[in-house]
């Protein structure tokens, strides 16, 4: 398993703070969006617990290393939620503690890596910073977190973060051309609808997303043809927020273009469909649409027990008001 190009440096300065025996015993690894931190923290372990200490990577040959990559090494504990659970109880991290409190068994160090704290609950937090407060010798912990939602600033201020950030345009748009055979445009397209993250953006190519898009766009436009966006209703019936995330960022890129900011399009395989949005509506009108399609996304996400289909009709008649069909 290789690193990703965008994480190297990261991963050294972690390692060389290891191998100075000058690494926090508590690590939060901090990301926006996807962009590898389970890769990286899962190299990270790999290589402070491989018996090779002084190499910059994990030697893969070691009984340690060969431990690992059969998820058999018994100093590695991964704590994710019950099969049937969606939040880490406490109960997990109570076990995990009462694990780590014997001393290891293969001489290295003992490492928790708790994937999502998202998923701790209220409980788990705090048997966690009563671990964190006062560690069992010899133990890392890592802390994979996404930044949506706010973490507790005890538990931050027990740990050391480390915030990773996707690679630049130009560099992700290189390893994506490394490993996928696509065209400009789309390459374009596709990590700037994955805010850079050259990971999601090969996932959307790859995956039948990519086609759906192309698909819901050429709808639009029929309806724009027929004058009619109401019969968009039955292509909201799957993936809702994703049609939402496209159609706003199609309107973004309208506002755009009404700036004369081409070079800072999303949608580049879009254009015609940018240059009808713009006719068509006033700039007032393009924030408007904004507006209304965020008030539906804040609704699908938050709103339990709604109908969903139901909730489309406000945005649709507004941009047939908006497009004159009325
Ligand atoms: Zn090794």
């Known amino acids: 398993m290789k690193i990703y190009p965008w994480l190297k440096n990261i991963y050294k300065i972690i390692i060389n703070q290891y191998l100075k025996k000058k690494l926090h015993h508590a690590i939060i690894i901090r990301s926006n969006i996807k962009i590898g931190s389970k890769k990286l923290i899962y190299l990270l372990c790999k290589k402070i617990l ?3 200490s002084y190499t910059l990577y994990s030697c893969n040959n070691c009984k340690n290393c060969q431990l690992i990559s059969s998820k058999n090494y018994p100093d590695l504990h991964i704590i994710i939620p019950e099969s049937n659970k969606k939040n880490i109880g406490v109960d997990i991290i109570l076990k995990c503690i009462k694990k780590i409190q014997n001393t290891s068994k293969f001489g290295k160090k003992t490492i928790v890596w708790i994937k999502k704290i998202n998923l701790l609950t209220e409980s788990s937090i705090n048997s966690l910073l009563r671990i964190l407060e006062d560690p069992p010798l010899n133990t890392i912990f890592f802390l994979d977190y996404y930044n949506s939602f706010e973490l507790k600033k005890t538990l931050k201020s027990r740990c050391i973060i480390y915030n990773i950030y996707p690679p630049s345009e130009k560099n992700g748009i290189f390893w994506l051309k490394k490993k996928l055979k696509n065209n400009n445009k789309n390459f374009y397209t596709a990590i700037r609808l994955s805010e850079n993250s050259p990971i999601l953006a090969k996932k959307i190519l790859e995956s039948n997303l990519w086609n759906e ?3 819901f766009f050429k709808k639009i436009k029929k ?6 966006f109401l019969r968009l209703i039955k292509f909201f019936k799957i993936n809702k927020s994703k049609k939402i995330y496209w159609i706003c960022s199609l309107i973004l890129d309208t506002i755009k273009y009404c700036y004369n900011k081409n070079s800072k399009l999303t949608n580049l395989d879009q254009k015609k ?6 006719k068509k509506n006033t700039l007032k009108n393009l924030y408007l649409m904004i507006n209304i399609w965020n008030k539906c996304f804040f609704y699908i996400k938050n709103i339990q027990n709604i109908n969903k289909n139901f909730i489309f009709l406000e945005p649709l008649i507004k941009m047939e008001k908006f497009f004159n069909f009325l």
């Open 50 to 52: 491989c018996k090779n």
């Open 273 to 278: 469909l940018i240059k009808i949005f713009k």
């Open 223 to 228: 309806s724009i043809k027929k004058k009619n």
């Open 213 to 215: 898009r192309k698909i």
